[in-house]
């Protein structure tokens, strides 16, 4: 059986956990993914801490495309 892998990008406006939660077998896998942090402020603290307890085998990378705190998007690779 093959694993499954493909790359995740989520930008949900507020709902990126329930898709983390949605996406865990592809988490698992070691998929590479973009997902947006800025929506809610705990989100920049339990979306890292989710995936990486869904696979801790993560480098994560905290990225902003703004001068403002919006646009700050979480980056995942899988070592």
Not at 17 to 23: E, K, L, T
Request: glycine content about 6%; charged content about 25%.
């Amino acid at each position: 059986m093959t694993e499954d892998r493909a790359f995740i990008k989520f930008d949900i406006e507020g709902a990126e956990v329930d898709g983390i939660n949605g996406a865990r077998r592809l988490l698992r896998n070691g998929s590479p993914f973009a997902i947006c942090v800025y929506h809610k402020p705990s989100d920049f603290w339990q979306i890292p801490q989710l995936i990486l307890s869904i696979n801790p085998n993560y480098r994560l990378y905290l990225r902003h495309h703004t001068d403002y705190v919006s646009e700050t998007v979480l980056y995942g690779v899988a070592r």
